[in-house]
């Protein structure tokens, strides 16, 4: 067979070599300039075959001497060295000189000098346009002695002009020319293909941008996640060597840098680190398989594992998880950097620049990334951390990397135990749901969640055990945290639950029982978030018992007394403990893989803790708190009063309202608190003598709070009916959402459901005619206000409330007076008004059915 001059790949008889594309066919046959290769120079011999190459080659894949045995990398840089002398005494010997018109440039593995034992030989033998017999000649006699010594061989013969079109019109070829690297002959034609190549895929970067990502997406479908997989696919896979080579096209576009840095407390040893790592594995994975191989198959992770001096598989697992998941998020951070650099034409150009958006204090949206605000003092703020996750999580954007950075280099280290608001913010975070997965993972891998759970780094990449989980030990963690934040509602303590669920495996990877060893890290890491005593004991409990419910339902007669009494007394009587266990139960399962949480043992579970509240004696009923003698005092002088009053926090105020007692109070009060960007964590309501006494512990947004005499002004205001509270919250509320380069609201961004359905709950009042209403929601902007205004509505007189906001979840109880109207269907009037202002779960989508269906 003879190799085509016209530029399209030929294979040889043995070979199977892959075509990716054809270049024009030649005009015409060029006169033969001096210094150029001729046919009557080119030398007869083919030397039979490459055997001195496949000599070479086996020898140094020979393990016959462990002591002589090359490491991976310096079998690497061997193998190139090997197939570099041997292509350029080949072309020495075929006339490949400079000056020659003939060019042998490499691409793929050995152009990256990433040659692996049984990779494939690609190649290009690039002519200045010479006539088409000696260019024919000159490649059988390049390519036949590769195919009869049976050496992979990938190769295409071209101009320049021909591989610049191919190029340009199929994104495979050009990824692979953008790593293109001169080997023998004719230099300046190879630096012709290199620097068109790269000036072509900068020029053209924004046309071809949507299909680079797509294919990308495409490609991380079809070979799944490295860092989670039991048998991950090295090349392709998320997180593989692939995904470094895009970084590198993304960097020669000028789109973003080829090695991102990812902060000096960064686990892993940063990108360059993980990139290695995972070209040692696929060599040694090559030498064992003694083929090409690009999956890592269980039964020989061992032998790899113990071949680069990491121990046994699931050592390996690990540091392949570390690494996958370094390269993962620096990909992440590629991409959108590079999506935020592409160069803008036309009326984009015009286009305003993105607006910086306050979203907490210090923090602030810019160009549809969570950033610091320039006034922002990262080296004097150790909360702004948390700050900036939470706000991240709440919006689903992305915190920007050199955001990231800054903090890792600058941030101060959390004082302990941690200020009220930072361990708030913790738990924004984690009621933020499947939101908080990515803003989590960003945070570890730029080492600032190592920093605020110093313990996290045991179970960090730590591989399961079982093969029934699907995560790493540490994506479990978050995993289940997501679930149960679906789940808050549930419960009592959502506070408590969500940060059961982050560390209730935490005592993994040390030794002993996880479930013991777990309970004294959750007390020591209670007591630095700053959480009370009895607080601190209830978390311990949870992740020493974590266990309990499940293994009892599923393994003991639930029909015996002794079973339900051993659960009793194990947890000491406490409802509360009780009912969080339940819902961790349920997030753990459903965090460990598909199947795990089924009918089955949700219905066994339920019936045990059933049968555990029976012998508790159910659950306690909410109390009015009582009123300050200073507020009793005020009260008694008559008018309206409003006291604003620092507490211990530095980003939290008290502000009490005292006024004549009348509907509509409450919702005016608190509807101006949330137009004045205050954020209500809690409120008491009371009365004395006809006066109302409310008291709200609030945190501005931003900046200081407004001062308490324009407070009073506004709720005058609103009590003569000069504002119109629910429509001006609305607007506020519209505005918070995104806006692209226009101006416009992005519809692009997706509307924020709750991530657990709301829930009412009923309880009898102390006094004749009272009913305590409970609601378990999210939390939204004015909800109090929104909450009043429908009580008030349905003419339910509230006689005291007391509101609390836990991170996302609220848990707001009202005793409401019904003297003479306590009836099923008013219950369900208010219940439905109130359901009516709370966020929802996202609806379910419409199936569609096909034809004939």
């Given amino acids: 067979m003879r190799s085509d001059p016209n530029g399209s790949r030929a294979g040889g008889p043995d070979s199977g070599a892959k075509a990716t594309g054809s270049g024009p066919s030649v005009s015409k046959a060029p006169t033969v300039s001096k210094g150029m290769v001729s046919k009557s120079n080119v030398s007869t011999s083919t030397s039979d075959a490459a055997a001195d190459l496949v000599r070479a080659r086996k020898q140094l894949l020979d393990d016959g001497s462990r002591n002589r045995r090359l490491d991976a990398p310096s079998l690497r840089q061997a193998l190139v060295d090997l197939h570099e002398f041997w292509l350029t005494t080949k072309g020495a010997e075929l006339g490949i000189k400079p000056d020659s018109g003939f060019a042998i440039v490499a691409v793929g593995g050995l152009a990256r000098r990433e040659m692996l034992p049984y990779s494939d030989l690609d190649l ?31 190769h295409s013969v071209r101009t320049v002009p021909q591989a610049l079109q191919v190029a340009a019109s199929d994104l495979t070829a050009a990824l692979g020319m953008l790593e293109a690297r001169h080997i023998a ?96 594995v696929r060599t040694e994975l090559h030498r064992v398989a003694g083929r090409a191989r690009d999956q890592l198959r269980a039964q020989d992770a061992d032998e790899i594992g113990a071949a680069l001096r990491i ?21 992440d951070v590629g991409l959108r950097t590079a999506g935020n650099s592409l160069p803008r034409r036309g009326l984009s150009r015009l286009r305003r620049v993105p607006v910086r958006r306050p979203l907490d204090e210090g923090v602030v949206e810019h160009a549809g990334e969570v950033v610091l605000a320039r006034d922002a003092r990262p080296n004097k703020d150790p909360g702004l951390i948390m700050r900036v996750a939470a706000a991240s999580a709440q919006t689903a954007m992305p915190m920007s990397a050199s955001t990231l950075n800054r903090l890792s280099e600058s941030a101060p280290e959390l004082r302990e135990p941690w200020p009220k608001e930072a361990l708030n913010d913790l738990l924004v975070l984690l009621g933020s749901g499947r939101r908080s997965i990515a803003a989590i993972e960003a945070l570890d891998r730029t080492g600032l969640w190592g920093r605020l759970i110093p313990e996290w780094g045991a179970v960090r990449d730590l591989p399961p055990r079982d093969a029934v989980h699907t995560w790493t030990v540490d994506r479990h963690l978050v995993e289940t945290a997501a679930y149960a934040s679906a789940l808050t509602t549930r419960v009592a303590r959502p506070d408590l639950l969500v940060l059961g669920a982050l ?13 013991v060893v777990g309970a004294e890290l959750a007390a020591q890491i209670g007591n630095r978030l700053g959480l009370w005593p009895s607080d601190v004991t209830l978390l311990r409990k949870m992740v020493l018992h974590h266990l309990l419910l499940p293994d009892t339902a599923t393994r003991r007669d639930l029909d015996d007394p002794a079973t339900v009494e051993k ?66 005092a005020l009260a008694e002088k008559g008018g309206v009063h409003v006291d604003l009053q620092p507490t211990e926090g530095s980003h939290t105020f008290v502000v009490t309202v005292i006024a004549p007692d009348h509907p509509g109070l409450l919702s005016d009060a608190a509807g101006v608190l949330a137009l004045q960007s205050l954020r209500v964590l809690s409120a008491s309501l009371g009365s004395h003598e006809g006066t109302a006494v409310n008291s709200f512990a609030v945190a501005p947004l931003f900046g200081s709070p407004p001062q308490a005499g324009l407070l009073r002004q506004e709720i005058i205001r609103a009590q003569s009916g000069e504002l119109d509270l629910l429509g001006m919250l609305d607007a506020k509320e519209r505005d918070a959402r995104p806006v692209n380069l226009d101006g416009e609201v992005d519809a692009a961004v997706p509307v924020l459901y709750a991530q657990a359905p709301p829930r009412v709950l009923w309880f009898d009042g102390t006094e004749p005619g009272q009913v305590v209403l409970e609601l378990r929601a999210e939390d939204r902007l004015g909800l109090l206000c929104r909450l009043a205004s429908a ?45 009516a202002v709370v966020p929802a779960p996202e609806p379910p989508k419409p199936t569609v059915k096909s034809e004939g269906t």
């Fill in 311 to 331: 121990g046994d598989r699931f050592d390996l697992a690990r540091v392949l998880s570390d690494s996958a998941r370094t390269i993962s998020y620096s990909v």
């Fill in 185 to 280: 002959g004719d230099v300046e034609l190879s630096n012709l293909l290199i620097g068109g190549v790269r000036r072509e895929w900068r020029t053209n970067i924004r046309s071809r941008f949507e299909e680079l990502i797509t294919q990308t997406r495409s490609r991380w479908a079809r070979s799944g996640e490295i860092a989670h997989r039991a048998e991950p696919e090295l090349k392709s896979g998320r997180g593989g060597l692939r995904d470094v080579q895009l970084l590198d096209a993304l960097s020669i576009a000028q789109l973003t840098d080829g090695m991102p840095g990812l902060g000096p407390e960064s686990p892993g040893g940063g990108l360059a680190f993980a990139h290695g790592r995972l070209l040692d």
């Fill in 791 to 835: 009580l008030e509505r349905c003419g339910a007189h509230v006689r005291w409330a007391r509101v609390t906001t836990l991170g996302t979840s609220v848990i707001d109880a009202f005793c409401i007076d019904l003297a003479g109207s306590d009836s099923r269907d008013t219950r369900e009037e208010i219940e439905r008004a109130v359901l």
């Fill in 567 to 632: 659960v009793v007394q194990t947890l000491g009587s406490d409802t509360v403990l009780l009912e969080l266990l339940h819902s961790l139960a349920e997030a753990d399962s459903l965090a460990t893989g598909p199947g795990v949480w089924g009918d089955w043992k949700a219905s066994l579970i339920r019936e045990l803790v059933r049968r555990c509240r029976l012998v508790m004696a159910g659950e306690s009923l909410p109390t009015a708190d009582p009123l300050d003698p200073a507020h009793i």
């Fill in 124 to 154: 290009i033998l690039l002519h200045d346009d010479m006539p088409a017999e000696l260019v024919a000649d000159v490649a059988d006699k390049l390519w036949y002695p590769l195919w009869d010594a049976h050496i992979k061989l990938d």
């Fill in 503 to 515: 560390i209730h495996d935490i005592g993994k990877g040390r030794g002993g029982d996880h479930s």
